[in-house]
């Protein structure tokens, strides 16, 4: 059997089951997968509006418009990769860190089936367990970070974990190399420590004025540098873009990227060995239009673009 989506010629992209891109919704992960999708529906981490535990379901229901083919990298997703819809972690509403034990169970699943996980937000504190599991697998890995904020504090409000907190605890932890590590898009009202902390951590930032001036070619250039040849998490914040492309997340910032910069940006992802993706903080009561969903599943569905490119071409770029 092949795990594909179902042929929306056959039946109606408006049918069925809202698994993302219309998969194979499964409790049980078969032999043979490139990838799983697992839902991380937590947003008790938040510092402003809440709301994003609904992303998951949000990122679904967009994603049936995604079809196979992905013409500006030229491949055919499906005929590449095998990947299955693997369902939502079990969330206690309130109680992080047993959403983060039951997250990191979740996700163990996965890379104990040789498969990348796509994980659907949920608030930014999923990447800490997320990270936790890949660094099992793969041990420390390159991480991209897509984001208007550093999320590098050491503490929120005396606690640990907090969706402004990851990435501090990722270093601390062993999780990510610093060394191969980049956070891109920072940028609006923010703590004066805030860069400094990154950098007192070993990572590279470039602000999104930074990325204007230099351009995206340029920064495209650089994440691909720091990165090198390491394994690769790649985290994307849905306010790396603007609020007039996004609105739909919990502290927005004016000032970002459009969504074909965005776009066009994350391709350059694509010679990449990526090990893990997930993308965070879409809060749909923020966005009656529902394009925020339908970015992030577009996001999302570049990246199994990229997946599918790269073992199409063996690797190479």
């Not at 089951?17 to 937590?42: K, Q, T, Y």
């Not at 940028?187 to 930074?210: H, K, M, P, V, Y």
């Not at 001036?213 to 250039?221: D, I, P, Y």
């Not at 603007?242 to 004016?254: F, N, Q, V």
Request: proline share 6%; charged share 20%; aromatic share 10%.
């Amino acid at each position: 059997m092949r795990y594909e989506p179902y042929d929306s010629k056959k039946l109606p992209r408006y049918e069925g089951l809202r698994s993302f891109m219309r998969l194979p919704f499964v409790e049980e992960l078969p032999a043979g997968l490139d990838f799983a999708v697992v839902g991380i529906p937590l947003d008790g981490a938040s510092t402003f509006e809440s709301g994003q535990r609904m992303g998951p379901v949000a990122i679904r229901s967009a994603s049936v418009n995604c079809r196979g083919y992905h013409p500006e990298l030229d491949v055919e997703l499906f005929p590449c990769l095998q990947g299955v819809d693997f369902g939502d972690a079990p969330m206690l509403p309130g109680y992080i860190e047993e959403c983060y034990t039951n997250t990191e169970a979740k996700v163990d699943a996965v890379y104990a089936a040789n498969a990348v996980p796509l994980c659907l937000g949920g608030d930014h504190a999923i990447t800490l367990p997320l990270l936790r599991s890949a660094a099992k697998k793969h041990g420390p890995l390159a991480l991209v970070h897509f984001d208007a904020h550093y999320d590098n504090n050491s503490q929120y409000f005396g606690k640990k974990y907090n969706h402004a907190t990851w990435v501090y605890h990722a270093v601390k932890e062993g999780l990510i190399r610093s060394e191969h590590t980049i956070q891109v898009g920072m940028r609006g009202s923010c703590f004066i420590t805030d860069r400094r902390q990154s950098q007192e951590l070993g990572i590279e930032t470039i602000t999104a004025e930074e990325m204007r001036e230099m351009g995206l070619s340029e920064v495209a250039r650089r994440i691909q540098a720091r990165v090198g040849s390491q394994k690769v998490f790649c985290s994307f914040d849905i306010d790396f873009v603007d609020p007039a492309s996004a609105p739909g997340t919990g502290t927005i910032e004016p000032g970002g990227f459009n969504s074909t910069e965005t776009l066009r940006l994350i391709r350059c992802m694509k010679s990449m060995n990526l090990v893990g993706v997930d993308l965070v903080e879409v809060l749909p009561s923020m966005d009656p239009s529902h394009i925020t969903a339908n970015l992030a599943a577009y996001i999302l569905y570049d990246f199994l673009g990229m997946m599918a490119w790269r073992k199409q071409n063996g690797g190479d770029g």
